[in-house]
């Protein structure tokens, strides 16, 4: 640990850094149950804005929202064998209920398809009832032996998408769109660009036919899966019974699909957008997106300053920014001014007497970006119209600054498996290379290097000029995939 004010600099330790800033700015803490986490308030009220923004775009493209139970039969998770084998070591399981022993044993989800695909087989007669669009929030538990807050827990909270279609096309659709649904929210809310492409098959979800993801790079230059898309096919549908009458009279196995993101995307924020002086919450996020601190010496500047930020603060309120006044009295200025940076409110506004007199404030920027200075006097009446601008432009200036960090940090066009090691035991990076495909090439990049295929790039972040050879094994490239080491 650093010393009071500072934290460990990321760039002596990332992970001691994250860890630290992850307590100091109370975003959450660890439980007495090994693997779990406290969400504090702070990491809440982000997780809480990001669940508001991702349930209207779910509402907005048709989906509605249920609830499903924690527990689920144990009989229901081995009905997919695929499934089964993937989430059983991780499964925690109840066998104890009421003082007995239980007739079976009950699962503590890992995920839901089996228990809704089930409920949906109950639902769905014909093809009119397709498509069926659900979404849930909900936690999930899955017994990890490594874990890190927020970005992989024993317990955590995301959402699960899950729906049924009247075909493959029409399930290839919704995977897609909510792929770009997430895409959407990530770059417009989170500032954090990923790339989006396909699972290669040992990467894919246990059950599915193909999976899709969202990879971003952290400041580390790993790479965070920061949400998944599964086309499951007809699997699910097959041990479930989820069949309809078709459109033609005869009968067919419905096509599901599932997805979601989870509180991982907090740590992501963190990862992506933190500095050695705390956690920097995008303005979108940010539970405060302003904080107003009156600076005073005598009782008289105290009445003063305070009251000039509360009417402050309620003019901004009306206009629509999420604000606070720090008026503790128990706490200097200068113990305030830290704490809100290291829980990275975008903008702090200080209100002194002289101020007062002058009519006018200081913001202070979390960071500079974009070319603007930290500091910037204002006059009050001029505050309150240009804030929520000025946020937006924050919150621009901080996708702007991880796009250019992204691309900074890729590699294109890779040929030499050397050249691959050499970046992955370096500084990190995403390595766009050639691969032939085999399960064997793969196999091996991982032993060497701990690099895995991220993704098998959409079109829009292929590289110009498709690669020729495996990078591995030198035979015909079949595609070109992102090799990473990720979290
Ligand atoms: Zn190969």
């Known amino acids: 640990m650093a010393d009071e004010q500072g934290f460990t600099p990321r760039s002596t330790d990332f992970s001691a ?8 700015a109370e975003l959450a803490d660890y439980s007495p149950v090994r693997g779990s986490m406290v969400i504090r308030p702070w990491g809440y009220g982000i997780w809480e804005n990001m669940q508001r923004a991702l349930d209207q775009m779910f509402k907005d493209t048709g ?14 998770l081995e009905r997919e064998k695929e499934h089964v ?15 007995k022993e239980l007739e079976e044993p009950l699962v503590i989800r890992p995920t839901s398809e089996t228990i809704i695909y089930a409920m949906f087989a109950k639902w769905v007669r014909s093809y009119r009832d397709l498509p069926l669009l659900i979404n849930q929030w909900a936690n999930v538990v899955r017994w990890e032996m490594r874990t890190r807050l927020f970005l992989r827990t024993a317990e955590f909270l995301w959402q699960e998408g899950h729906t ?4 493959e096309a029409d399930a290839e659709a919704e995977t897609i769109r909510m792929l770009g649904v997430y895409r959407t929210f990530m770059e417009g809310w989170m500032a954090m660009p990923p790339v989006l492409g396909r699972k290669s098959d040992s990467e894919k ?25 599964h086309n499951l096919g007809q699997n699910f549908a097959r041990q479930f019974e989820l069949k309809f009458q078709t459109a033609a009279g005869g009968e067919d196995f419905a096509w599901n699909t599932s997805w979601g993101v989870s509180t991982r995307l907090v740590g992501g924020l963190v990862m992506t957008h933190g500095d050695d002086g705390g956690v920097v919450v995008p303005p979108r996020l940010a539970p405060i997106q ?11 500047e105290r009445t003063l300053t305070v009251e000039k930020a509360h009417g402050l603060a309620g003019e901004l309120k009306r206009a629509g920014v999420r604000v606070h006044v720090d008026d503790r009295d128990t706490l200097k200025p200068g113990a305030k001014y830290f704490e809100w940076e290291r829980k ?21 920027w979390r960071l500079e970006l974009g070319g603007r200075p930290r500091k910037e006097p204002m006059l009050e009446s001029v505050v309150v119209d240009s804030l929520p601008e000025r946020l937006e432009q924050f919150q621009q200036a901080l996708l702007d600054a991880a ?6 940090n890729s590699y294109r066009g890779v040929t030499e498996y050397a050249r691959l090691r050499e970046i992955v035991e370096g500084a990190g990076g995403f390595v766009y290379a050639g691969w032939c495909g085999s399960p064997e090439c793969e196999e091996k990049v991982k032993d060497d290097t701990k690099a895995t295929i991220r993704c098998i790039p959409f079109e829009e972040f292929r590289s110009p000029e498709a690669p020729a050879r495996c990078l591995v094994c030198g035979g015909e490239a079949k595609m070109e995939v992102i090799w990473a080491r990720a979290y």
Not at 85 to 99: R, S
Not at 290 to 300: C, G, Q, S
Request: hydrophobic content about 45%.
């Open 17 to 24: 850094w994250y860890n630290e800033v992850v307590l100091r």
């Open 63 to 76: 989906h509605q929202n249920a609830y499903f139970p924690l527990l689920i039969p144990m009989s229901f």
């Open 85 to 99: 084998k993937g989430f059983a070591p991780e499964v925690a399981v109840v066998t104890h209920a009421g003082g």
């Open 164 to 167: 049924a279609h009247v075909d």
């Open 205 to 229: 979800f246990a059950g599915a036919l193909r999976t899709y993801a969202c990879e971003a790079m952290m400041q580390d230059n790993k790479a965070l899966q920061a949400g998944t898309s």
């Open 290 to 300: 302003a904080v107003l601190v009156p600076i005073y010496r005598t009782d008289e």
């Open 344 to 364: 990275g409110v975008p903008v702090r506004i200080e209100i002194g007497p002289r101020d007062v007199a002058k009519q006018s404030v200081m913001l202070v």
């Open 403 to 408: 796009i250019a960090r992204r691309e900074a």
